[in-house]
């Protein structure tokens, strides 16, 4: 497998560029965070990924974990670079300063977050979970419990896990059958089965810390009647530590497609007679707690797709580079690296433009998450928690197929050696599958997206969205030139945007699964517009430093070329998405099911 080398020159633009990094250092609490320090801060992760976690990721895929019915163990040099991990802090980065961590803002812990998973990501989904679980408490639990368990979370001495799937449920979170009872301690005990538990047993910590959806005896039925619970492997003892083991074990790991270093579990509760639990938050309020890590996963499933396709994108250039075969189309000479081709070039420009679409939304996404949480204007703050609410399942749901489709194309630019798995670039497309599934399917995003994001709202969020995108579109026109077709080819996309989200809207209130069956494509449709309008932004910015002459010439002009192709090639698709949208609902449902 090829080496990995951090980005850190195109997120730094980015940060300037697209983010406007300034708005961010100036929020309370970020005063002493400048872009100087955000590169610093980016060029240390990058190396700790390139030197540390990327050599442990084939080896990670070989390996895989091995079983037991003590434990679950990693693959070698996985434990010595998760304390490596925690030593340098990178398991913290964006946890308030407060509790222990770095507090640096999410726009700095987004681009390191992209930097590890795209070195080994089944060893980053550990610390992922972790994060999540430290919101989730910060956000629902009562003071003791935060305080008996956030300081070792937040340190990562001990590991956090997400329980909601069990065999019978899958997706559907309000067929769960895990019980919990209260005992006469004031704790309660739970009974029942977790499976596809990412992390749920492992040997990088001393303790891991489960958070699970149980029903209470007196609950109601479905999602209204979950409960959240805290539920640790080994009880703290009177000083905090680990103590006696706890009620819970995991009986088997998943045989999976790939990331094979990541153990995924499923886990026992109860079977020798209850696992002691903590309630958090209120009672029958489970998943409302609960969607708080959720919310914060599908972020971070989503940069899995971003990390993948880089990965992919730097091996599959460095074997075009490398690999000798067939003559230059422009003529003469002999055998040519196959980058002189013109269809490789065009898949390695269909993998970058789209990663770079993809980043720039990812960044976008995470100061709107900083700025929903620190900006002194109220109004400001729901202003971006409205567009949180709306961009995250698109941004879960398109990063990830992409991430599918530029992994595969990874693999198709190494020819017959791609399928070899020697060569590495099978691991990232074997990786990136299951993004597509967990923290919710692409199907159940896209739901999420017409059924609670907009229709709930009658659109007017993306509204607001379509209002900023036309905004860019009157600074692309008054450039002029490439950048002025540019405008043309966007204005057309955020048309066919704007009309299909209103005829999805109009007919989601008036027969829902004729709206459902193209929400896909409509998630689609508006992923590639959202990425559309920060290619735009980065093209616009640097022609106007090009025209200044700032920066580098050759840099800039790339981020031009980049947008031109990403409109050619990919933004192309808005219009016939936005037909499948407006035509396509009824025709999917016309079949029986034994037509089938």
Same mark, same amino acid.
């Given at each position: ?75 070698? *040099? ?77 340190? *990562? ?7 909601? =799937? ?19 301690? *004031? ?90 639990? @903590? ?161 919710? =399917? ?30 860019? /579109? ?6 002029? *030139? ?36 193209? /929400? ?72 029986? @099911?034994?037509?089938?």
């Amino acid at each position: 497998m090829s080496e990995y080398v951090a980005p850190v020159a195109d997120i730094v633009f980015a940060l300037d560029a697209l983010v406007g990094f300034d708005e961010v250092a100036s929020l309370p609490g970020y005063n002493d965070v400048g872009l100087d320090l955000a590169q610093a801060v980016l060029e240390e992760a990058g190396r700790f990924a390139a030197g540390v976690l990327a050599p442990l990721n084939a080896r990670g895929d070989r390996e895989g974990v091995v079983w037991t019915d003590d434990e679950v163990r990693t693959p070698k *040099g996985f434990r010595e670079a998760y304390a490596q991990y925690v030593a340098a802090g990178w398991n913290n980065v964006a946890v308030d300063a407060g509790m222990g961590g770095q507090g640096l803002p999410h726009v700095i812990a987004t681009a390191v977050s992209e930097f590890f998973m795209a070195a080994n990501k089944a060893f980053s989904m550990c610390p992922g979970l972790t994060l999540g679980a430290i919101e989730a408490l910060q956000a629902a639990a009562p003071g003791g419990l935060r305080d008996r368990y956030l300081p070792h979370l937040v340190s *990562g001495r001990w590991a956090g896990t997400m329980n909601l =799937t069990e065999p019978q449920a899958g997706s559907d979170v309000g067929a769960i059958r895990c019980r919990a009872v209260l005992a006469p301690d *004031g704790s309660y005990r739970l009974q029942g089965q977790k499976t596809f538990i990412s992390f749920g047993e492992h040997d990088l910590t001393e303790n891991i810390v489960h958070l699970v959806l149980a029903r209470l005896p007196d609950a109601p039925p479905g999602v209204k009647g979950l409960s959240l619970f805290l539920v640790p492997k080994f009880l703290p003892d009177a000083n905090g530590n680990p103590g006696v083991r706890n009620d819970v074990r995991c009986v088997s790991v998943e045989h999976k497609m790939g990331i094979h270093g990541s153990p995924t579990c499923v886990m026992a509760y109860g079977d020798q007679g209850g696992a002691m639990g @903590d309630l958090v938050g209120e009672p029958n309020q489970g998943l409302k707690a609960m969607f708080v890590m959720m919310n914060a996963a599908r972020l971070n499933v989503g940069m899995e797709g971003v990390a993948l396709a880089e990965r992919a994108y730097q091996q599959a250039l460095r074997y075009a580079r490398e690999r000798t075969q067939g003559r230059d189309p422009a003529g003469g000479g002999g055998p040519v690296a196959i980058i002189r081709h013109p269809d490789v070039r065009r898949m390695l420009m269909l993998m970058k433009s789209q990663i770079e679409a993809m980043r720039g939304l990812a960044l976008i996404i995470a100061k709107a998450q900083d700025l929903a949480h620190r900006h002194p204007d109220p109004a400001r703050r729901d202003a971006e928690k409205a567009f949180l609410d709306l961009i995250t399942p698109v941004f879960k749901g398109w990063a990830t197929e992409t991430g599918v489709e530029v992994t595969s194309l990874g693999i198709q630019i190494h020819g017959g050696m791609g399928y070899i798995e020697e060569t590495g670039a099978a691991q990232h497309l074997r990786d990136a599958r299951i993004s597509t599934i967990y923290e919710g =399917t692409t199907g159940i995003q896209a739901a999420d997206l017409i059924g609670r994001k907009m229709a709930h709202c009658d659109g007017v969020a993306f509204e607001a969205v379509i209002m900023r995108m036309r905004a860019l /579109s009157d600074g692309l026109a008054e450039t002029g *030139g490439a950048l002025g077709v540019l405008h043309a080819r966007f204005l057309e996309s955020v048309d066919a945007l704007e009309h299909a989200g209103q005829h999805l809207l109009l007919t989601f209130h008036q027969e829902s699964a004729q709206a459902l069956a193209v /929400s896909v494509p409509f998630l689609q449709l508006f992923g590639k517009v959202a990425g559309a309008w920060q290619l735009m932004r980065a093209a616009l910015e640097a022609q106007r430093r090009i025209a200044r002459g700032e920066g580098d010439p050759g840099f800039l002009a790339a981020r031009i070329t980049v947008a031109q192709f990403y409109a050619e090639h990919v933004l192309v698709q808005a219009w016939s998405l936005a037909e499948t949208v407006i035509h396509g609902g009824q025709s999917a449902l016309v079949l029986e @099911d034994e037509q089938f």
